[in-house]
């Protein structure tokens, strides 16, 4: 158990519809990242949030955005949902700091997003 | 580009041989390595990292790899494998880019393990 949760554990909608992924990070984690697995496409950097702000994107798609709450969960939202985002959605925490530097990301169990 | 490169998609050992998974990088400053393991319907835990020193790290569950600049490697081996070692392998490389840590991984590559 990397510390790390994620809900809710599977998700199946409809295309064009609108979800929202959860993810707690590890105690005392300030820094939470997004990814997604697909089978096409591998696993792909989305987002990073450090301590509620915005800290980078990747590969991420106009219609998904993301934050972090003061509690330092964060929430993924995906918009206007095409079959090509079922993947799994895996969130990771890592214990960065202001400084910048090498930290090992610890990684959540993951939401499978099916879209039919 | 960066880029992390897996070159054996499947592979296949017997309970208690050894095994190497290799892993090559492409990366322009000193690169910051890591091997995960995703065992079917979980995430992925980290088996072990290389951030600097010794080039030989120990990890998890006892796997072990070396980091090879000259070949821009950084295999995975355990001497001897267990059935419950059946899983994906992923190989990734950090990259400080700004304010960020992000992980770029390999393709994966999938163990399975017969009696």
């Known amino acids: 158990d990397s510390g790390v949760t994620q809900t809710p554990k599977h998700l199946i909608t409809a295309t064009g519809q609108r979800v929202t992924l959860r993810c707690s990070p590890r105690?005392?984690?300030?820094?939470v990242y997004w990814y997604q697995q697909s089978l096409d496409q591998g696993l792909q950097f989305l987002i990073q949030?450090?301590?509620?702000?915005?800290?980078a994107k990747g590969n991420i798609l106009e219609r998904f955005s993301a934050q972090q709450f003061p509690d330092l969960h964060s929430e993924l939202n995906l918009s206007s949902l095409e079959l090509g985002d079922s993947a799994l959605y895996f969130c990771?925490?890592?214990?960065?700091?202001?400084?910048?530097?090498?930290?090992?990301?610890?990684f959540g169990p993951g939401t499978r997003l099916t879209v039919t | 580009a960066q880029s992390v490169t897996q070159p054996d998609i499947h592979i296949t050992v017997s309970e208690g041989a050894s095994l190497e998974l290799r892993c090559n990088y492409s990366?322009?400053?000193?690169?910051?390595l890591f091997w995960y393991v995703q065992s079917p319907g979980q995430g992925l835990q980290l088996l072990l990292k290389?951030?600097?020193?010794?080039?030989l790290v120990q990890g998890i569950k006892g796997f072990e790899a070396e980091f090879k600049r000259s070949q821009s490697s950084f295999n995975l081996r355990k001497p001897s494998v267990h059935w419950s070692d059946a899983a994906e392998y992923f190989c990734?490389?950090?990259?400080?880019?700004?304010?960020?840590?992000?992980?770029?991984f390999g393709t994966g590559t999938l163990l399975a393990v017969q009696p």
């Open positions: 990366y322009g400053a000193t690169p910051y």
């Open positions: 990771a925490s890592s214990v960065e700091g202001e400084r910048y530097g090498p930290y090992e990301q610890y």
């Open positions: 949030y450090y301590n509620g702000e915005e800290r």
């Open positions: 105690s005392g984690d300030l820094s």
């Open positions: 990734a490389v950090g990259v400080i880019s700004g304010a960020t840590n992000k992980l770029i």
């Open positions: 290389y951030f600097s020193g010794d080039t």
